[in-house]
């Protein structure tokens, strides 16, 4: 049994999320192949060499693979994946992006963002926005699975350098290009990796609030800064800060959640955080009910008062 994990990075760096898929590809047993395919990552495919218990990683480079678009990657992925038996990616907005389209072209099923392996044909993953746990058995001759990369500990250490394959990149599919790319530069540590998040919601009252009270706490905690869809969608923050079931899953050390009232949408997206922290005035708000320390109060007292205490 041979296992393909496609590696998530940005041309330059590996994410840190291929480390937890790649113990997820561990589970499953069998010989571990990783993709690099962008553009100009010849410094990512030397870094998946020595990740620990690769036996080779293949790697495409072409111009159009460099955004990462679902098209051009699933048609490198179909062309090379029944050659494997299980296909892995992190189900974060890069599995995401090309897995089920990958998945259709090789008419299977998508077995999308597991959190436990049982059997190299059998998954659990969480369904009604975490409240239930289904498994799944798959008797697809390719399995595409996207893995919840907070369920999953990071594979530790490094490993002897795995052997490098060059790959012919498929011709640009032509179907889609990235115009622009926009990125906004921070020092604080990535959403999904961090160990500190500190989280608002709709009960801050706007930007400038979520940006006053919060940004000092996050500096002092050198945490990650997240949000509740609630205030995405009100316009406080960009919407790559958000956490929950339809934005991204976290399981830090701390999670402070700040004015959030803790809809079950949010919930799926934290709750297995090791220490959760609520400050909310409502004391029935649902956040208390998955809170280790919850604080009743008005935020805007509470939280500079945490700040300067620390």
Known sequence: MTLLVVAEHDNHNLKASVRHVLTAAQALGGEIHVLVAGCGCEAVAEAARALPGVACVRWAEDASLGDGGAENLAL??????????????????????????????LDVAQISDIVRVDAPDTFTRPIYAGSVWATYRSTDPVKVITVRPTAFDAAPGEGAPAPLERLDAEPGSGLSSRKDLSLSPSERPELESARVVVSGGRGLGSGERFKALLEPLADKLNAALGASRAAVDSGYVPND??????????????????????????????????????????????????????????LNEIVPQLTAAL
């Not at 179909?78 to 072209?105: C, D, M």
């Not at 959640?257 to 649902?286: C, E, F, T, W, Y």
């Open 241 to 298: 800060y958000q956490v929950g079931q339809t934005g991204k899953v976290v399981a830090p050390d701390l999670y402070i959640a700040v004015g959030i009232s803790g809809a079950i949408q949010h919930l799926a997206g934290m709750k297995s955080s090791r220490v959760i922290v609520a400050i909310n005035k409502d004391p029935d708000a649902p956040i208390f009910s998955v809170a280790d320390y919850g604080l009743v109060g008005d």
């Open 76 to 105: 490198l992925v179909t062309r090379i994946a029944r050659e494997y038996s299980h296909v892995l990616a992190a189900a974060s907005a890069f599995g995401k992006n090309w897995a089920p389209r990958a998945a259709a072209q």
